[in-house]
T-cell receptor, first 115, second 113 residues
């Protein structure tokens, strides 16, 4: 069985603050994939990043960065200098090699960035 | 424009009245999925399909049916809807490369009275 836990249900920050969204996963597979998606207030789901279990390199894309640590089964997402437009629900998701097509999402973290 | 479309976008119906939510993608993707989103529960996978005539249950398949007769279409069927199926439904598609991200439709908000 696989499971994704996003322990932070809601986070509220003031603009320009840095914020980290936590994601912890469980899987017995050695090959798997992790994702972050964003759901802004308009409702659509937007892909942000993918990582496979062999690639533990951290990634930075503009104000976004991701920290993947297999040792702690975590795939955390940091927004630097947050902006009001970052307000959204963020989902962490897991899919695994043998179960092509099968995906498990976390419950999501609602981020509110106040001006 | 590459996209996943769902119809209808909004639907209010009554208990027991069969309904179908359509999903279509124009990207020639092999994989397609249906999810439901409920407050505090994230997205839960209902059914997924790896190709035409190949479907499998996700985590919450009870009360739903699907079919995949054509590559581009993956309809979700509620044969006898109940109020606990009131939810926001998303269809998604992805290429067959394992671990590829999913492309989501705009969502269908269903209310069952």
């Amino acid at each position: 069985a696989q499971k994704v836990t996003q322990a932070q249900t809601e986070i509220s920050v003031v603009e320009k603050e840095d914020v980290t969204l936590d994601c912890v996963y469980e899987t017995r597979d050695t090959t798997y994939y992790l994702f972050w998606y964003k759901q802004p207030p308009s409702g659509e789901l937007v892909f942000l990043i993918r990582r496979n279990s062999f690639d533990e390199q951290n990634e930075i894309s503009g104000r976004y960065s991701w920290n993947f640590q297999k040792s702690t089964s975590s795939f955390n997402f940091t927004i630097t200098a947050s902006q009001v437009v970052d307000s959204a629900v963020y989902f962490c998701a897991l899919s695994f090699f043998r179960g092509a097509g099968k995906s498990t999402f976390g419950d999501g973290t609602t981020l509110t960035v106040k001006p | 424009e590459a996209q996943v479309t769902q119809n209808p976008r909004y639907l209010i119906t009554v208990t027991g009245k069969k309904l179908t939510v359509t999903c279509s993608q124009n990207m020639n993707h092999e994989y397609m999925s249906w999810y439901r989103q409920d407050p505090g529960l994230g997205l839960r996978q209902i059914y997924y399909s790896m190709n035409v005539e190949v479907t499998d249950k996700g985590d919450v398949p009870e009360g739903y049916k699907v079919s995949r007769k054509e590559k581009r279409n993956f309809p979700l069927i509620l044969e006898s809807p109940s109020p606990n199926q009131t939810s926001l439904y998303f269809c998604a598609s992805s290429p067959p490369d394992r671990g590829h991200e999913q492309f989501f439709g705009p969502g269908t908000r269903l209310t069952v009275l």
